[in-house]
Nanobody, 115 residues
Framework: QVQLVESGGGLVQAGGSLRLSCAAS????????MGWYRQAPGKQRELVAA???????NYADSVKGRFTISRDNAKNTVYLQMNSLKPEDTAVYYC?????????WGQGTQVTVSS
């Protein structure tokens, strides 16, 4: 089992930046990949960015060039640096870990971008 705790959300003006953090605990050595998803009101949850245990990354087209996913293995933490934020980035952001064919989720953190 893995426990995930997110932090770093908040309210920011368009063009601003935020950094989300996701601290993992538990059976972290078996994690295959971690990522960030988001869900806006009335929309489905969508992948924002992911990073594998080997360090490979992928991003949604809508955030390429603006968001960066990274991890600190010593702190068991994954980050999402979000720059040039847009109102359409407003959503609840969830941390995800994939382990043994199972998905684990954090509680979510709200990101609101005002125009």
């Amino acid at each position: 089992q893995v426990q995930l705790v997110e932090s770093g959300g908040g309210l920011v003006q368009a063009g601003g930046s935020l950094r989300l953090s996701c601290a993992a605990s538990g059976n972290i050595f078996s994690i295959n990949a971690m990522g960030w998803y988001r869900q806006a009101p009335g929309k489905q949850r969508e992948l924002v960015a992911a990073i594998t245990s080997g360090g490979s990354t992928n991003y949604a087209d809508s955030v390429k060039g603006r968001f960066t996913i990274s991890r600190d293995n010593a702190k068991n933490t994954v980050y999402l640096q979000m720059n040039s934020l847009k109102p359409e980035d407003t959503a609840v952001y969830y941390c995800n870990a994939q382990l043994g064919g199972w998905d684990y989720w954090g509680q979510g953190t709200q990101v609101t971008v005002s125009s």
